[in-house]
Nanobody, 127 residues
């Protein structure tokens, strides 16, 4: 069983930056693609970014392209999401996920489509 624990959320002003971390533990997540989703109040969970095991492939939602960057440190079993130029519409709970393929992450339509999720970390962007 893979356990995922997010951290790094908080309150930031528009235009600011935050870096989220997701630490994986439990059974090995060797070979897994890792991703980030977010869920704003009253809205469905949506895809944000994904990275393959080797880091050779990344993908982003159009709304965050050019502002967010996903990376991973397999030695530390940790994936990161660097968020720059934050906007109030980025306010949401951010969730980490893992899947056997990056396409499974990108194609997920909600929490029931993937087996592994963290508990989430809240990001609030103020004007």
């Amino acid at each position: 069983q893979v356990q995922l624990v997010e951290s790094g959320g908080g309150l930031v002003q528009a235009g600011g930056s935050l870096r989220l971390s997701c630490a994986a533990s439990g059974r090995t997540f060797d070979g897994y693609a890792m991703g980030w989703f977010r869920q704003a109040p009253g809205k469905e969970r949506e895809f944000v970014a994904v990275i393959t095991w080797g880091g050779g492939t990344t993908a982003y939602a159009d709304s965050v392209k050019g502002r967010f960057a996903i990376s991973r440190d397999n030695a530390r079993n940790t994936v990161y999401l660097q968020m720059n130029s934050l906007r109030p519409e980025d306010t949401a709970v951010y969730y980490c996920t893992a899947a056997s393929t990056w396409r499974a992450v990108v194609g997920a339509k909600g929490s029931s489509d993937l087996a592994h999720w963290g508990q989430g970390t809240l990001v609030t962007v103020s004007l």
